[in-house]
């Protein structure tokens, strides 16, 4: 007979209250199938330079809470900083389609 561990009530669903804040590396897929990422999010606090996001070639100015992401392969010197959006829509960005 299985045993099951209890789960805590959560009626909502898996929409708990989490802090994402400065927390360890999360690994996501990048842009690529093929890739993970180590994704960290960077508090506003945190943000002290601009950076270019690769996402939509704009700048994020200091004092914007953003996402740091690099290869899981590759090293802190591959870390991009990303709007969190468009990190969140980095696979749109990319399947962009033209119909010319
Ligand atoms: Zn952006």
Redesign the pocket.
Known sequence: MPRRRPKRPNPRGDREPRPIGDVFGRTESGPGDDENYVVRTVSGARAVKTYR??????E?APGTPHIVAWPADGGEDDRRH??T???RGRRTRTITRRWS
């Open positions: 996001c690769p996402g939509c070639d704009h994020i990303w709007h959006g468009c990190w």
